[in-house]
């Protein structure tokens, strides 16, 4: 199983940014997919994560601005960022992981696949 991620890029406060996480070499139907980000200091933080059932949670830091979604068919999952702020700068990068219950994930570094990440920069 390989994850990719695109979409990060450099834009200004209140901005927004779509974040995709495409998978290969295995069906994600069955996983729950999380998203993480490492900020410049290099603090790792769980933002958002969905269960194979639907079941999602943010921290909260990230409440109301935030979407993360998934594509069965696409395998894929997307990350909403909107009315983004300097502080959510960092490399976004998404992980998976077949164990969990459909109705449940994780924001912990638990996930046995990641990607590579994306970086988002917001600055003015």
């Known amino acids: 199983l390989q994850l990719v991620e695109s979409g990060g890029g450099l834009v200004q406060p209140g901005e927004s940014l779509t974040l995709s996480c495409a998978a290969s070499?295995?069906?994600?139907?069955?996983?729950?997919i999380a998203w993480f980000r490492q900020t410049p200091h290099n603090a790792r933080e769980g933002v958002s994560c969905?269960?194979?059932?639907?079941?999602?949670y943010y921290t909260n830091s990230v409440k109301g601005r935030f979407t993360i979604s998934r594509d069965n068919a696409k395998n894929t999952a997307y990350l909403q960022l909107n009315d983004l702020r300097p502080e959510d700068t960092g490399v976004y990068y998404c992980?998976?992981?077949?164990?969990?219950?459909?109705?449940?994930?994780?924001?912990?570094?638990?996930?046995?696949?990641r990607g590579q990440g994306t970086q988002v920069t917001v600055s003015s």
């Open positions: 969905i269960s194979s059932g639907g079941t999602i």
């Open positions: 992980a998976t992981d077949p164990a969990y219950d459909e109705h449940y994930c994780g924001l912990v570094e638990s996930y046995d696949y």
């Open positions: 070499g295995e069906s994600l139907d069955d996983y729950a």
